[in-house]
């Protein structure tokens, strides 16, 4: 993902900063239910937006994993969130015979997204 939000506003930063002005300042205000329902609704919103956002860049990144002309990255440059597709695409192809499609399967696809 290029972030440059230091020189102009990303949808990401902008939704993370959102979020996290959202959360409780004290300590003990986290055990405790906020009492205004549009803090909750808010927090949904920008959760799936979140989400969404994050859901774009593992698809690309499931597209482009394991191709020879794909995205030039060097080793250095890799997350460890691609060696996790690879695994992924290697593993459906070599343990249970599938060709591993375009798109990740929507079980695995929430999985990651939620980590």
Not at 2 to 8: E, G, I, L, R, Y
Not at 23 to 46: D, E, G, K, L, S
Not at 54 to 65: A, L, Q, T
Not at 107 to 113: A, G, K, Q, V, Y
Request: with cysteine; hydrophobic share 40%.
């Amino acid at each position: 993902m290029d972030c440059n939000a230091v020189q102009q506003d990303h949808e990401f930063m902008t939704l993370f900063w959102r979020q996290a002005q959202l959360q409780p300042v004290a300590f003990w205000a986290r055990y405790f239910i906020h009492p205004n329902p549009m803090t909750h609704y808010r927090r949904w919103i920008n959760r799936r937006g979140l989400d969404a956002i994050i859901g774009k860049v593992v698809d690309d990144r499931y597209r482009f994993c394991g191709r020879a002309g794909g995205e030039k990255t060097t080793s250095r440059q890799r997350a460890a969130v691609d060696y996790a597709l690879d695994m992924c695409r290697v593993d459906l192809e070599m343990n249970h015979g599938i060709v591993a499609a375009a798109t990740l399967d929507p079980e695995t696809r929430d999985n990651i997204i939620t980590q």
